[in-house]
């Protein structure tokens, strides 16, 4: 066991040396510093896991305990739920043939444009019309009965919500791995006697698994960063916990303690995820393959596949556009006016700011990672896209302890200024820039890139003459995709966002925390459909594979 | 830097807004400066002489400021209601100084002018509750203010003893109860809903609320910690279900029949009354109102109000847009629109404030609400009242 671990560490030493001796470099050093800087945030609220704080022995005696258990339920239930909706329909949709199959396959996919905390307000009186079942359990059982089900009745409300709109994560990649499975396999299974069933159940769903668990993993984390859905249902949870903490107890140092308890959830199912995937990465098989041949469905069969297609899209997507365009066809004169404006204007000018940023910074580091071949690189840069993982709340809390801590020793006031809120954004939303990114220079621009080399191009030749050209479309998709989730984002802004300064999400929080949903529905509707442009691009996107 | 240039022109009409009502108190500064670097060289008659002529010259500038460009106002507002635009229009018709309004919650505008400090462009600071001003004065954000009319017309309890704040309107925080299931002689007292007959027939919304707040740290002041907390376990346990939604929502679970008392601001209930919506109007037709404790320290009340900046750069208006507020007029108004007290309670002319009869109200100085605030957010938790 010493030996073995001996030899690791040298192997990893040796590593180091040659990274220091030839990889060594402008590009190299301040890609690192850059990665460190971006995950700096996230490793302060870490740090704050065992750090004092005066009101921590009150906060983890009385409201730990049910932040907890409000999180692992909603975690828990939203996962089942997504699953359930997500692969059943990706599985109908690629593998079974019934009318209305083309349509389905990209109109599933539309929830995804509605954020978790607007889908809250277009359900917001979901609870209320339990109303006269409650009245009825109160007069003929009993009023304790009705308060049980009253307050147990808050969760499965608020899974439905978040499943109704986040099931197309586990939908994508369901259906893309079902779509790309080797025809031979399941042909196999078919010639082997096995009927649709038993090949779902036996062969398709083991082989999508490691898909499946990725999706479930964005599931859940989506689920753990909402803020407005949780706080409009109250469900006690962590994000809603540090809200609470830091502004009602005005106690920062708890609200930071609390964000390092969810940091160290959220490390958790992620390491755990990696492992329930043994390692394995997403199933790719080779791509020629001929096209599957789909089960045909008789007319019964065809009429409930339709049926059960049809319930995801309605509930996450139908239902709520139609009840926000309905109040907002009401409530647009009185919320349109010259502010609206100045509030697209900030929401617009923002997200591009972010979009931008990200894209370039995202672009550098992994060109970096790849063009050098530096592990060390390919490291930090790991530990910078973790953002997308960690609540938009926490990284908030994060920003502000470093904000903090430049004040004081340069004087330079960053809390609450735009460059902090873009910075923000950057840390959240890296991921998404980062990983297109990366995939296209792994498939398009490695061989290039060395050509280039050994012909004697530099570093930065190489990268604006090879890969940015080669990767415009990824850098564009990039770059929409991170416009598109800051102008949804919704806790991270709440926090950092400058004075005075509203973006459509801020304003639809806030109306609907007014009571004012109807009126929130103007700008809940600008976001939707800013949010369809990628969610239709996405799905061209993932679709061209199949041919 | 670039990133924040784009947005300049968005807020340069508020900067220059600012500038403008200033300009002449700068110059007279400056001037000054000089006067007293002359003094220095030694000429006690000179710098008598020209400085009252500065002084003369100092009061016509100003007037002549207030009638070329009118002067400015900037206001930080958790407030937001119908009734504050009416006010604001005619403070600007009576004074010409115009108001800039910043609306947003009480805890954002003060962690604003902490972050902000002497820079902040505003000059009053108006919250819903007494809690969050003696929060913005421990901040230090809030100055000092002697004026004769304030003292005059905002009773004792009603504002800071040192003048940072001033109570503008009251709310009660009362029980409001089903007409039809529940008879006003069963209600006395806040106590008296902790008792084991009203389980499951009481709401109340979260303890996040600063309203609910105050009222415990009004309970811890009456009645000591440990009876706050047994008291807070109690009704928690009493709850139909449990603790969501906003006063009117409460309001909305009587009428339903969810539960039979809420514990509920007065104002609310005023607002579903004179709602738009039928529905509204019906809620409101079915609860009835009980000012709670008149046997013995009174009903909980609350404020809202307002002080003026430390960083102000427009003291004399911003006291001026107070005493606007404390007004008979204003007062009246507030009744009316938003179904608000007067400061002095008796003053009430609102007829619908009137059908639910007067009442007594606990006289506790409102700032002790805010000083107890924190211990009762934690005995809320203790209290397992989310």
């Known amino acids: 066991m010493a030996a073995y671990l001996i030899n690791i560490a040298q192997h990893r030493l040796r590593h180091l040396k040659q990274e220091i001796r030839f990889k060594l470099n402008a590009w190299t050093i301040s890609a690192l510093i850059l990665g460190l800087i ?23 005696d009385t409201v730990l305990g049910r932040y907890l258990k409000g999180s692992v339920i909603l975690v828990l239930g939203t996962a089942v739920l997504s699953v359930l909706l997500g692969v059943s329909t990706a599985w109908l949709v690629a593998c079974c043939e019934f009318p209305g199959r083309k349509i389905f396959e990209w109109a599933l996919i539309l929830p995804l444009a509605i954020p978790t905390y607007i889908a809250a307000y277009a359900y917001f009186d979901l609870l209320d019309q339990l109303t006269p079942l409650l009245i009825w359990v109160r007069l003929n059982i009993s009023p304790e009965a009705m308060t049980l089900l009253s307050d147990t009745m808050v969760y499965p409300v608020t899974i439905v919500v978040l499943a109704a709109v986040l099931y197309p994560y586990v939908y994508l990649v369901a259906r893309a791995a079902f779509a790309r499975q080797s025809s031979q396999c399941i042909e196999a299974a078919r010639t082997l006697g096995h009927g649709p069933q038993s090949t779902f159940w036996r062969v398709a769903l083991p082989l999508a698994r490691p898909a499946i668990v990725g999706g479930v993993a964005l599931v859940i984390m989506e689920t753990l960063n909402d803020y407005g859905a949780v706080e409009h249902f109250n469900v006690p949870t962590f994000t809603t916990g540090i809200f609470r903490t830091w502004l009602s107890m005005g106690d920062l140092q708890g609200a ?113 990672a790849r063009y050098f071949g530096s592990r060390t690189v390919g490291a930090t840069n790991r530990l910078a896209i973790l953002g997308y993982a960690v609540p938009g709340a926490v990284i908030a809390m994060g920003i502000l302890l470093i904000a903090g801590q430049v004040t004081r020793t340069t004087g330079w006031v960053l809390t609450g200024s735009l460059a902090a809120l873009v910075l923000a954004y950057v840390i959240r939303f890296l991921a998404v820039a980062w990983q297109p990114i990366d995939s296209g220079m792994e498939r398009n621009c490695a ?25 415009r479309n990824a850098l564009v998709a990039a770059g929409l995709f991170v416009f598109v989730d800051t102008i949804k984002e919704l806790p991270l802004t709440l926090v950092l966002r400058p004075f005075d300064f509203e ?36 799905n061209r996107q993932m679709r061209t594979p199949e041919k | 830097m670039f990133l924040v240039e784009p947005y300049s022109f968005l807020t340069a009409r508020l900067w220059h807004g600012r500038c403008c009502g200033t300009t002449a108190l700068v ?109 913005a004065k421990a901040a230090g954000v809030l100055q000092p203010v002697k004026s004769r009319a304030l003292a005059k017309k905002v009773p004792a309890p009603m504002r800071d003893p040192e003048g940072h704040w001033f109570g503008m309107t009251v709310r009660s925080r009362v029980i409001v109860y089903s007409k039809d299931r529940v008879k006003p002689s069963d209600l006395s007292t806040y106590e008296a809903l902790a008792k084991p007959e009203w389980k499951g027939r009481v709401v109340a ?31 928690r346990k009493n709850m139909a279900r449990s603790p969501r939604g906003s006063d009117r929502d409460q309001a909305r679970a009587v009428a339903a029949g969810l539960a039979d008392v809420a514990i509920m601001n007065t104002y609310y ?118």
């Open chain 1, 38 to 60: 971006l995950f700096l945030p996230m490793a302060e609220v870490l740090w704050h896991l065992t750090s004092p704080a005066e009101n921590w022995e009150h906060l983890r």
């Open chain 1, 256 to 368: 930071l303690r609390l964000a390092a308890c969810l940091m160290a959830l959220i490390l958790f199912l992620l390491v755990l995820e990696k492992w329930l995937r043994f390692g394995a990465r997403f199933h790719k098989s080779s791509q020629a393959d001929r096209p599957f041949q789909r089960y045909a469905l008789g007319q019964a069969k065809a009429g409930l596949a339709i049926l059960c297609c049809l319930l995801p899209l309605v509930i996450g997507f139908v239902l709520p556009l139609s009840r926000l365009a309905y109040w907002a066809s009401f409530n647009a004169g009185k919320v349109l006016d010259a502010s609206f404006l100045k509030l697209t204007l900030n929401s617009v000018g923002v997200a591009t700011a972010a979009g931008l940023a990200t894209v370039v910074l995202a672009l550098f580091l992994a060109y970096t």
């Open chain 1, 447 to 471: 061989q290039l890139n060395n050509a280039a080399r050994s012909l004697g191009a530099n570093a930065a030749r190489s990268l604006f003459q090879i890969n940015v050209p080669l990767l």
């Open chain 1, 503 to 538: 973006t459509l999400s801020t304003r639809t929080f806030d109306l609907a925390k007014q009571a004012q949903i109807p009126e929130s529905s103007v700008p809940a509707l600008c976001i939707i459909l800013v949010s369809l442009l990628p969610v239709i691009w996405l």
């Open chain 2, 27 to 135: 110059n007279q500064n400056w001037m000054l400066d000089i006067v007293e670097t002359v003094s220095h060289f030694g000429e006690p008659l000179a710098r008598f002489v020209m400085k009252s002529f500065l002084k003369s010259f100092f009061a016509l500038g100003l007037l002549a400021g207030v009638s070329v460009s009118a002067a400015e106002l900037n206001v930080y507002s958790h407030r937001h209601y119908d009734s504050d635009a009416i006010l604001f229009k005619q403070f600007t018709k009576e004074t010409g100084i115009k108001i800039n309004v910043v609306k947003a919650s009480a805890d954002q505008l003060i962690q604003r002018l902490i972050s902000e400090g002497k820079n902040s462009p505003a000059d009053a600071l108006l919250t819903v509750d007494a809690g969050r001003l003696h929060r």
């Open chain 2, 205 to 235: 919304r979260s303890s996040s609320n600063i309203y609910n707040q105050s009222l415990l740290a009004s309970i811890i002041a009456a009645n000591g910690k440990d009876k706050a907390l047994a008291w807070a376990k109690a009704v």
């Open chain 2, 269 to 386: 209930l005023g607002i579903l009354a004179n709602s738009a919506v039928a529905a509204d109007r019906e809620v409101a037709a079915k609860v009835g109102v009980f000012f709670p404790n008149q046997d013995g320290r009174g009903a909980h009340i609350n404020v809202s109000g307002g002080g003026v900046t430390a960083s102000a750069k427009n003291k004399k208006e911003a006291i001026r847009f107070l005493e606007f507020l404390t007004s008979a007029k204003s007062q009246e108004a507030f009744g009316n629109v938003n179904h608000e007290y007067p400061v002095i309670i008796k003053n009430n002319k609102s007829e619908l404030l009137k059908s639910w009869g007067s009442f007594k109200a606990d006289d506790v100085n409102l700032s002790v609400l805010g000083a107890k605030n924190a211990e009762a957010v934690k005995l809320f938790d203790l209290a397992g009242w989310e």
